[in-house]
C-alpha cells in the first residue's frame, strides 16, 4: 500500500523559508517520479514541482521558478521541497503524490502558512 507522509509545514514570514519533506512507503521509490501540489480553499490543485525517479530532471511551476527547489534521497524514501522567499501567496497546503501501476496516491498534505 503506498502511503505519502508530508512535514515541516507552518507560519513564515514573508520573505521566511521552509522545508518540506515527504516520507514514503509501500513501492520501490526510486522507480517512481515525484510530485508536489499545492491547493488553496475554491481552487484547483496546481503542481508546483516534479523530479524524476533518480533526480535528473526537474520541472517547476512559473509561480515557485528560482524560489523552490526539489530534491530526493532514494536511500530514505524521501522527497524535499526547499521553499526560500516565501510570498503571501504561497499560503495554501501543499501535497506530495506519485503515480504508481496508474494510481495516484496522494498524502494528507501539509499547511504552510506566509503572513506577518
Known amino acids: 500500500q503506498v502511503q505519502l507522509v508530508e512535514s515541516g509545514g507552518g507560519l513564515v514570514q514573508p520573505g521566511g523559508s521552509l522545508r518540506l519533506s515527504c516520507a514514503a512507503s509501500g513501492f520501490t521509490f526510486s522507480m517512481y517520479a515525484m510530485s508536489w501540489y499545492r491547493q488553496a480553499p475554491g481552487k484547483e490543485r496546481e503542481l508546483v514541482a516534479v523530479?524524476?525517479?533518480?533526480?535528473?530532471?526537474?520541472n517547476y511551476a512559473d509561480s515557485v521558478k528560482g524560489r523552490f527547489t526539489i530534491s530526493r534521497d532514494n536511500a530514505k524514501n524521501t522527497v524535499t521541497l526547499q521553499m526560500n522567499s516565501l510570498r503571501p501567496e504561497d499560503t495554501t497546503r501543499y501535497y506530495c503524490s506519485t503515480s504508481v501501476a496508474s494510481r495516484i496516491a496522494w498524502g494528507q498534505g501539509t499547511q504552510v502558512t506566509v503572513s506577518s
Open positions: 523530479i524524476t525517479s533518480f533526480g535528473g530532471v526537474t
